[in-house]
C-alpha cells in the first residue's frame, strides 16, 4: 500500500504539471515531505489526503490505489454481466500448461493473473498448487471468479483494481497477463513494466499475451473503451534484458462477439534470470 501511495502521489504530481516545490506550497509543507511521501519513507497524515487528492485532481480512493466507481460500465463489465454462464468459458487457455511446465507449482509459488476476466486461468492455477492472487477491473468478473474458485474448492486473492493505477509492491514468482495489455496506457507502459519486473522473484517468470496491430489486421469489433495496442514485436523489446524462453506471433479466427474477425498477438514467456541456478 505504501508503495502504491507513493507511485501515485509522484505519477499524479507530474500529471498535474507540479514540482515537489508547487505541491508542497500547496498544502503548506516543506518539499522535503513530498520527496519523503514519494520515496514511500514516510506517508501524509491522513487528514491530509483529502486535500492532497484534490490538489492532485483525483478521488482519495485513486490516490490509494482503488478504482473508481464510473468504470463499472465497461465492455466487459457488460459482457461478463450478461453471459449465459462464462463469457470465456472455464477451461484454462493454453498458455496455463506452458507456465507449468516453465516453473511446476512446488512450495506454493505466488502467481498473478493480472486482468484475470472470469477468472478460468487463476482457477487452473490454483487447483494446480499455486498461491494465487488475481485483478480485474471488471465487478461481475471479479465475482465469477470467486464464484469458480469457490465451486473448486480453492482460495484465490482475487480483487478489482484498474491495471493503470495498480502498482505491485510485493514480489511474486510468475506474472501473468492475457489479453490487458492494451489497456495501458500508453504513457504509462514504462513505469508499469519497471514496476512489474522488480517484483518478479529471481528465476521467476513473465507470461504475457498482448494484442498488436498489423497492417493487415482491423481493429476488433468489441468496443472496449481504451485500446493501446502494441506494435507487433514491441512486447518482446520489454524483456530484452531477462531471458526470453519463448516469443510467438499468431493470427488467429475469433468469434467471441458473434461477429467473426482475427486477432494478431504477441506472446512472451520470460525469466528473470538467476545465474545461480545454472
Ligand atoms: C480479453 S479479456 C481477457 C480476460 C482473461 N485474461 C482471460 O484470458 O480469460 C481482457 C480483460 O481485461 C480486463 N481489463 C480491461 N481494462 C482493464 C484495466 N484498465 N484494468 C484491469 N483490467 C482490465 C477486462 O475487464 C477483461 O476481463
Not at 465475482?143 to 486473492?157: D, F, M, S, W
Request: net charge negative; glycine share 6%; proline share 4%.
Amino acid at each position: 500500500m505504501r508503495d502504491i501511495l507513493a507511485g501515485n502521489i509522484s505519477r499524479y504530481r507530474k500529471e498535474a504539471k507540479l514540482t515537489q516545490d508547487a505541491l508542497a506550497e500547496k498544502l503548506s509543507i516543506s518539499y522535503q515531505a513530498v520527496s519523503k511521501w514519494e520515496t514511500g519513507q514516510t506517508i501524509p497524515d491522513t487528514m491530509l489526503l483529502p486535500i492532497l487528492a484534490q490538489t492532485l485532481n483525483i478521488s482519495v480512493d485513486k490516490l490509494l490505489g482503488y478504482p473508481v466507481g464510473q468504470e463499472n460500465d465497461t465492455y466487459y463489465e457488460k459482457a461478463y454481466k450478461n453471459a449465459d454462464g462464462y463469457y470465456w468459458g472455464v477451461n484454462p487457455s493454453s498458455m496455463c500448461l506452458k507456465v507449468i511446465s516453465l516453473l511446476p507449482p512446488e512450495n506454493r509459488l505466488k502467481i498473478l493473473d493480472i486482468g484475470c476476466g472470469e477468472g478460468k486461468d487463476a482457477v487452473f492455477f490454483a487447483r494446480s498448487g499455486y498461491d494465487v492472487s488475481a485483478f480485474d477491473l471488471s465487478d461481475s468478473g471479479i465475482e465469477k471468479t470467486k464464484r469458480l474458485a469457490e465451486k473448486a474448492g480453492v482460495h484465490i486473492n482475487a480483487f478489482k483494481a484498474d491495471i493503470n493505477d495498480y502498482r505491485l509492491d510485493s514480489h511474486y514468482d510468475i506474472l501473468y497477463q492475457v489479453g490487458v495489455f492494451h489497456a495501458i496506457k500508453p504513457e504509462l507502459r514504462n513505469e508499469i513494466m519497471d514496476n512489474y519486473k522488480s517484483h518478479v522473484n529471481k528465476n521467476g517468470i513473465a507470461a504475457f499475451f498482448s494484442f498488436v496491430e498489423k497492417p493487415f489486421i482491423g481493429m476488433p469489433p468489441e468496443e472496449e473503451e481504451f485500446f493501446y495496442p502494441l506494435k507487433s514485436g514491441q512486447l518482446f523489446t520489454y524483456f530484452h534484458d531477462w531471458k526470453i524462453e519463448l516469443c510467438e506471433e499468431y493470427i488467429f479466427d475469433c468469434n467471441s462477439s458473434g461477429i467473426p474477425h482475427r486477432h494478431a498477438y504477441n506472446m512472451v514467456y520470460a525469466r528473470n534470470f538467476d545465474e545461480s541456478f545454472l
